[in-house]
């Protein structure tokens, strides 16, 4: 026959065990959390961050031109990136970023021929286009076109289209219910 202090003993180990398995989950979590959800974060504050495009393009500095969406996996990738060279350059030059879901928008995405995202477009001090950029593109290419922006006597080169971010050949090919017949 067992003891009371040994059944006692037994009915608390799963309980023991679970607890600290919550535990570690919890700490790994918080260890993660940053690596896991920056992106996603970085990307949901392009908004609040956002210079007003009517007061970036009147106010005699070059801007940084960006068109994204947040479901959009590629400005998801970029967005860090895209936040430590605002950080850099935020004296230098205005960071624009227009959400295409925004019809609020359309104007300038009509304007600046938007047909894929991320879409960058590099204005000079006078808010006429230097350059542009669409797709996944790295940091240090970003990097080198804005300082080519500021010395405001260098053409940028216009980066060649990534084909998974070309909204045009996405719906050439979209099979429709009546491609069938």
Not at 29 to 52: C, W
Request: net charge negative; aromatic share 10%; hydrophobic share 40%.
């Amino acid at each position: 026959m067992k003891s009371e202090n040994q059944v006692n003993s037994q009915d608390k180990n799963p309980i023991l065990l679970l607890v600290i398995i919550f535990i570690g989950l919890i700490s790994v979590l918080l260890i993660f959390k940053n690596t896991l959800f920056e992106s996603t974060l970085a990307l949901k504050s392009y908004g609040k961050i956002s210079m007003d495009p009517v007061i970036a393009f009147n106010n005699k500095k070059p801007t940084f031109l960006e068109f994204y969406a947040e479901w959009c996996e590629v400005c998801k990738e970029m967005a860090p990136s895209i936040i430590d060279l605002k950080k850099e350059y935020q004296n230098e030059i205005n960071f624009v970023f227009l959400n295409v879901d925004n019809p609020k928008w359309e104007k300038y995405i009509n304007q600046y021929d938007v047909n894929g995202i991320p879409k960058v477009v590099f204005l000079n001090n006078d808010s006429e286009v230097k350059g542009s950029l669409v797709g996944l593109k790295d940091e240090k290419l970003i990097n080198n076109s804005l300082n080519k922006l500021l010395s405001n006597n260098q053409e940028l080169e216009n980066s060649p289209i990534s084909e998974f971010s070309k909204i045009e050949d996405i719906k050439k090919d979209m099979t429709t219910p009546r491609s069938h017949s």
